[in-house]
């Protein structure tokens, strides 16, 4: 079975520009989690869905930020604008009635 | 709220030999999940093993075994037969049984391996 894909799996972007990171979760899986990831800050949860439905976006960290699952195969998550302390590398995540999590590649993205 | 503590930033083995990573939570709930995840320089989280709580018996998936000791709260990852593959990142996590959703991760340790 195909894992959690992710795209793209890097973006260079200059400030102000609008990113949109997309990610497909594994087949059957009810739950997708957005992470951050950085050195400063290590992972830190951005906001999650059950069943395509946000359940806690309290990690987003500002109106910049938002995220949409249209349907159980994807998600995006959007930066607009986008600022250089926003470059992280961002992972999406999902697993089954909430237990382990599966993780794709990640995004790795730098705002100029 | 539930913090996740690993105290060793790096870590190095030799080729074969055996390695002990440290994990240590707090927490005040009695039923809940611990996890090691490794990640390598693909940078793909992958997850390594799975402990519940609820079990005495210390999980273990071929060379990778836990050390759960429920009451001090400490959950350390022992890597046997080290192989240079097992170079990575390891982050240890919690996640409540009560909230499926809350998934704390510590700050993680890098792992070298030396041939």
Excluded at chain 1, 18 to 30: A, W
Excluded at chain 2, 25 to 38: A, G, M, P, V
Excluded at chain 2, 40 to 65: C, D, G, H, W
């Amino acid at each position: 079975d195909a894992g959690v894909i992710q795209s793209p799996r890097h973006e260079v972007t200059e400030m102000g520009q609008e990113v949109t990171l997309r990610c497909k979760p594994i087949s059957g899986h009810d739950y997708l989690f957005w992470y951050r990831q950085t050195m400063m800050r290590g992972l830190e949860l951005l906001i999650y869905f059950n069943n395509n439905v946000p359940i806690d976006d309290s990690g987003m960290p500002e109106d910049r930020f938002s995220a949409k699952m249209p349907n159980a195969s994807f998600s995006t998550l959007k930066i607009q604008p986008s600022e250089p302390r926003d470059s992280a590398v961002y992972f999406c995540a999902s697993s089954y009635r909430g237990m382990e999590l599966f993780f794709g590649e990640g995004s790795r993205l730098t705002v100029l | 709220a539930q913090t996740v503590t690993q105290s060793q930033p790096e870590m190095s083995v030799q080729e074969a030999e055996t390695v002990t990573l440290s994990c240590t939570y707090d927490t005040s709930e009695s039923d809940y999940y611990l996890f090691w995840y490794k990640q390598p320089p693909s940078r793909q989280m992958i997850l390594v093993i799975r402990q519940e709580a609820y079990k005495q018996q210390n999980a273990t998936e071929n060379r990778f075994s836990v050390n759960f000791q429920k009451a001090a709260k400490s959950f350390s990852l022992k890597i046997s037969d080290s192989q240079l593959g097992d170079a990575a990142m390891y982050f240890c996590a919690y996640r409540s049984a009560y909230n499926n959703n809350d998934m704390r991760f510590g700050a993680g340790t890098r792992l070298t391996v030396k041939p």
